[in-house]
Structure formats: structure tokens, C-alpha cells
């Protein structure tokens, strides 16, 4: 794979940017489930050196395992980034904590990484000082679980507060269940298909902010959705030049995999 390198990014990512009216502040950027390109994705080590080039802000992803302990995990399966086959809702925290993760752009098993349960993944936010994005992934009929176990982990943590974390997902229902426990905390949808800004009326959950697949935003839907109050994040931007144009849109941070 190329590698590309972008210098706009670094100069960005030292320019926070405050939100209207609002008690949190975002940098331009978020760290995509951490900086991977060296190191698998959603681990621990990825967290680290995404802290090292600059990041404030890192995403990443939260699922149950089969005995009920949240894990980061973007897939639902396993086998893209291990030697498992089946899901994350039907292996046990053992087994996934034990088995070597492997880096996506290589297809090479490092036997340095694995599994970073929920816990230990906010044991390292906060140690680091880092501003969490925390994606809650779940099959609807496992939402109510995932949430309140999600929710309990969090708790433990008092440097979690709205001014530095945000509770997003695609799941609305997994979202409301969230709320329920955590209605001090800010929310983001994440959407992955076309919308208008009437799509939102009638949701389950008081949303702070709109997380879209940025090919599907348009100029006029970003002001749209600006214009009815919420704040617009894209993913996954990987190109300099297709990050400027966001921002000129006025979206306010995108996620990216390239922190250089």
C-alpha cells in the first residue's frame, strides 16, 4: 500500500476548533480507531501512537462478547483481523483477549496486540488525556444489554465527562438505552446512507451531532443540518484535499486513518 502523507493534517490538529454553545471542543481530526497503518486498529498501541502524532480526539468501537464484557472491536465477525472465524457475540472475553491480532493493510498475525477489553481501553484514554468518540456497535436484539454494560464501564471512569466524550452509534434504540443511564452525555448518529435533514424528526434519542459517510454529504445537507442545530462529523477521510473542502462546507471534524 502507498503511503501517503499529508502535511495539512499535523498543522490542523493543532488548531482545535470550539463549537457554538457548547462545552466540548473538537480538533478538526479524529483518530480513527486509533493510528494503524503500523499497528493493528482499535488497540491499545494504536490509542499510544495516535497520542504521540497529535491526536486529542480518537474513536473507537465497543461491542459485548458472549459472557458480557465489552470489548473494542469494530466487526461484528472476527475474521478479517484475527485467525477466528464467528462472531464477537458468540466468543467468550478469554478467547479474544488470547488471540493474536492481525494488522488489515498486511494480513500479518503480530502476536504483540490483542483485544483490548472496554475497560483497559478507557484506563489508557485517561491516562493519556485523551478526549474519547466512543461507538457503541451492537445487533438491535443485544442494544439494551450492550448499553447498560456500556454505561456501567463508563461510570467507573469520573474523567469521562460531556466536555470530552461522545457516545455515538448507528443503532437509534442502542442510543436511547444509553441515554437513559448516561442522559448527561452528548450523542452522535452515525449514518452510512443518504439522508435529508427531515429524516430526523421523531428520534428515539436528543442528538447532539450527525456522523456521516462523507460521500453521501452534499454542501446544502451540511448547512441543512447545521441550520437545524446539530454538528456534522464525516468519516473516513483519508485526503487532504477532500478534508479542506469539508471543512469550507462547515463540517466540523472528520475522522481519518492518516495522522502523520
Same mark, same amino acid.
Given at each position: ?10 498543522? &490542523? &490538529? ?6 457554538? @454553545? ?24 494504536? $490509542?499510544? =501512537?495516535?497520542?504521540?502524532? !497529535? ?8 461491542? =459485548? ?9 469494530? +466487526? ?9 472465524? !464467528? ?21 500479518? *498475525? ?7 477489553? $472496554? ?10 488525556? &485523551? ?12 442494544? +439494551?444489554?450492550?448499553?447498560?454494560? $456500556? ?17 455515538? !452509534? ?42 456521516? @459517510?462523507? /460521500? ?6 451540511? /448547512? ?8 456534522? =462529523? ?18 466540523? *471534524?472528520? $475522522? ?5
Amino acid at each position: 500500500m502507498m503511503a501517503l502523507v499529508y502535511h495539512l493534517f499535523p498543522m &490542523l &490538529l493543532k488548531q482545535p476548533q470550539q463549537m457554538p @454553545n457548547t462545552t466540548i471542543t473538537f480538533s478538526p481530526f479524529i483518530a480513527h480507531r486509533g493510528t494503524h497503518l503500523e499497528v493493528p486498529e482499535n488497540t491499545l498501541a494504536a $490509542f499510544q =501512537l495516535a497520542k504521540a502524532r !497529535g491526536a486529542t480526539w480518537i474513536e473507537c468501537d465497543i461491542q =459485548l462478547t458472549a459472557d458480557n464484557i465489552p470489548v473494542i472491536f469494530h +466487526d461484528f465477525t472476527l475474521e478479517r483481523l484475527t485467525a477466528l472465524t !464467528g462472531k464477537v457475540i458468540e466468543t467468550d472475553f478469554i478467547t479474544l483477549a488470547t488471540t493474536p491480532l492481525t494488522a488489515a493493510h498486511t494480513g500479518i *498475525s503480530n502476536s504483540s496486540f490483542f483485544i483490548p477489553s $472496554f475497560y483497559d481501553a478507557l484506563a489508557c484514554f485517561a491516562s493519556l488525556k &485523551l478526549c474519547a468518540h466512543l461507538e457503541i456497535k451492537t445487533d438491535p436484539k443485544y442494544a +439494551d444489554r450492550t448499553a447498560e454494560i $456500556f454505561a456501567k464501564t463508563l461510570k467507573q471512569f469520573p474523567y469521562f465527562t460531556p466536555s470530552n466524550t461522545i457516545i455515538s !452509534g448507528s443503532d437509534l434504540n442502542a442510543l436511547a438505552a444509553a441515554h437513559q443511564y448516561l442522559p448527561e452525555f452528548k450523542y452522535g448518529w452515525v449514518v452510512d446512507e443518504v439522508i435529508t435533514a427531515a429524516t430526523l424528526s421523531h428520534l428515539p434519542v436528543p442528538l447532539f451531532s450527525i456522523h456521516m @459517510n462523507y /460521500h453521501y454529504l452534499t454542501e446544502k445537507l451540511v /448547512h441543512d443540518l447545521i441550520a437545524k442545530g446539530y454538528h456534522v =462529523l464525516a468519516y473516513t477521510v483519508n485526503d487532504a484535499a477532500i478534508a479542506q473542502q469539508l471543512f469550507q462546507w462547515g463540517v466540523n *471534524s472528520v $475522522f481519518t486513518d492518516k495522522l502523520v
